[in-house]
């Protein structure tokens, strides 16, 4: 049967609503692109030249301190976002491995032997 059947026949928007299993996580690259500009940006700021005065040096820690902020926090978002795919991810397996040992997947069409082939 078609999943989009099934979804539309037992009233569920998702996959994850047939099998009682948790949504996956939001997409986290723009947390991470906004975690690495904000590292490229301090990792700039570093950069001392000769030429730099102590208020240039002021406002270039200032600058750090605002990029540094709050790093913590969006690493524990990310931390726990990963957390949940891979619960996610563990609850789709447990559902695959009932069905493959009720025999309800066809494992040759994955190219997989379904039994150790003997010789002759």
């Known amino acids: 049967m078609e999943i989009n ?9 998702c996959s994850e609503e047939l099998f009682d299993i948790e949504q996956p996580a939001e997409y986290q690259c723009p947390k991470i692109d ?4 904000s590292m490229s ?8 030249t ?11 820690l200032s600058d750090i301190e605002h990029e540094v902020y709050g790093i913590d926090s969006q ?3 990310l931390r726990e976002a990963i957390e949940s795919v891979r619960t996610w ?3 789709w397996k447990k559902v695959v491995k009932n069905l493959i040992e009720r025999d309800l997947v066809d494992l040759e ?12």
Do not use: A, C, F, W
Not at 50 to 59: C, L, V, Y
Not at 109 to 120: A, D, F, N, R, V
């Open 5 to 13: 059947k099934l979804k539309i026949i037992n009233d569920v928007g």
């Open 34 to 37: 906004s975690l690495i500009k």
């Open 41 to 48: 940006l301090m990792e700039s700021l570093t950069k001392v």
């Open 50 to 60: 000769n030429h730099t005065d102590e208020d240039d040096m002021r406002s270039q």
């Open 75 to 77: 690493l524990e978002e």
């Open 89 to 91: 991810g563990e609850s």
């Open 109 to 120: 069409e994955y190219g997989l032997l379904p039994e150790k082939e003997t010789s002759i």
